[in-house]
C-alpha cells in the first residue's frame, strides 16, 4: 500500500510521459528507416607533396559523407640524401603541425578556412575519453628524436579531417552529409607549411649551423573517404521530393570560425589585456583559448599549450567568465567529459644529434555561453548562446613565465547547413 501511494504521488507532481522500462516495446525502440551500408573504399591522392603547396582534393556527389582520414607519410632515411634526418628532430602529432590550413568549400557555399591547430583542439575536445584524445594525438605521426627513429611506422601519421558536419566522438556521432542533394563536388583545400616550419633541428656537437638534410616534401599523401550508402537508391531524399522547391536543414553540432590569434608581451604574475575580434553574426556557443610561446609557436613545440590563470571574458563591461587561480581546468570539466588537455612532449636539444623530450600537458580554456547538452547518437538538439555583433569582447589573462606568447581564439557558433536547388549554404 505504502509503495503504490509513493508512486501516486510521484507520477502526479513528476511530469513526463509513460514508457515501458522492462519490456521492450515502440515506447523504447528506434528502428532504422532506410537501411544503409558503410564503406570506405575511396581513396585521393594529393597533388601536391610539398611543404608549402596546397592540393584540393575533390570528393563528387554521390551519398552520405562522414569521417575523413589524410594518411602522410615522409620519405625513408638515405644516408648523404636530402631526406637522411641527420640532427633533426620531429614531435608527437607531427601530423597535425604540418598543416597550415584546411579550406572546405560545400558545394557552391562560402569557403572557409581552418588552421591546424584549431582543428587539432576540435578533435581532441570531442574525444569522449582521455584513452581516446591520447590515442588520436599518438596516431597524428610519432616522435622521432635522432635520426634512426625516422624508420618504419615512424614515417606515417594518420589525420582526422575535421570538417563542420563530421565529429570523431562515437557516442554524439553526428549524421552523413547528404551530398546526393548536391550538384557540385565538396572541395578540400589542404595547404601544408614548409617542413622547416615544424622540423626541430639539433645541434651536431661540431657546428652551430642548421643541418639541411631534412626533406621538403612527403612520399605521399592520401585522403580516405568514409561514405553511407542506402541500400535502396529510390529512398534519396532528391528522388521522393523536388528540392528546386524545397530545402533541407542540416543541423551543424558547431560551426568554428577562423582562428584569432596575436601575439603579447607577458610578465609573470601580471594581467595581459587582449581585444578579441574577428567575429560574426551569429549564436556564439562557446570560445576554446590557448596560448604557446612565440619561440614554440614557430617550431616543432607548437602544440605546448601553457597554463592560462586567471582568466576573466568581458562584453560591453559584462563579466560572462572568471576563472582565477587556474580553476579554469575544473570549470571545464563541469560541461564536458574529459579535462581540457592532453598529456604532450617538449623537445631540447640534447646535443649530438639527439634530442630530449619532457612530459608536459597542454592545456587549453573553454569560455561557454550556451548549455552544453551531451547528446545521444544522431540527435540533433539546438542550444543557442551569446550574439556578439559588435560588442567590445575584452580578455584578461595571466601567463606562466615572463616572456612573449601567442594567443590563439576559437570561436564556435550556433549553425546548419541549409541544401537547396543543388547547392548548400550555412544559416548562422
Known sequence: MQSEIVESVQHAVTPGSCEDMYYPGKENSELQCFPSVLNNRFYVALPSLNGGGTSTVIFNPDQGLSDIVLTLQLPSAV??????????????????????????????????????????????????????????FALGGAPCLQQSDFAGTNLSAYVYVKMPWNSISALQKTLPLCTDLLTQPIQILVTFKPFSAWFFPLSNGATAALPSNRPDAFANASCNFKQTNLNDAGH????????????????????????????????????????????????????????????????????????????????????????????????????????????????????????????????????????VEQAQAFENELSLGLSIMNSVVNLVVQLPTTDSYVISASYHYAASLMFSRGTAEYVF
Do not use: H
Open 79 to 136: 644516408a648523404g640524401a636530402p631526406s637522411s634526418y641527420l640532427n633533426w628532430a620531429i614531435n608527437t602529432g607531427w601530423g597535425y603541425q604540418c598543416i597550415d590550413t584546411l579550406a572546405v568549400r560545400i558545394g557552391g557555399s562560402s569557403l572557409y578556412y581552418f588552421s591546424g591547430d584549431q582543428l587539432l583542439n576540435d578533435i581532441l575536445s570531442d574525444c569522449e575519453d582521455d584513452r581516446k584524445k591520447q590515442a588520436v
Open 236 to 371: 534519396l531524399l532528391a528522388r521522393r521530393e523536388n528540392m528546386n522547391e524545397k530545402a533541407l536543414t542540416w543541423p551543424l553540432r558547431y560551426f568554428t570560425q577562423t582562428v584569432f590569434r596575436t601575439t603579447v608581451a607577458a610578465v609573470a604574475g601580471q594581467d595581459v589585456q587582449i581585444n578579441l575580434t574577428g567575429f560574426r553574426a551569429g549564436s556564439l556557443k562557446y570560445i576554446t583559448l590557448w596560448a604557446c610561446k612565440a619561440s614554440d609557436f614557430a617550431g616543432g613545440n607548437q602544440y605546448n599549450w601553457v597554463p592560462i590563470s586567471n582568466a576573466r571574458l568581458s562584453v560591453n563591461g559584462l563579466v560572462y567568465y572568471d576563472s582565477r587561480s587556474g580553476s579554469n581546468q575544473l570549470w571545464a570539466l563541469c560541461d564536458r567529459i574529459t579535462p581540457a588537455a592532453v598529456d604532450n612532449t617538449v623537445l631540447a636539444d640534447g646535443g649530438a644529434g639527439l634530442a630530449t623530450a619532457t612530459s608536459v600537458s597542454s592545456q587549453w580554456t573553454v569560455v561557454p555561453f550556451s548549455q
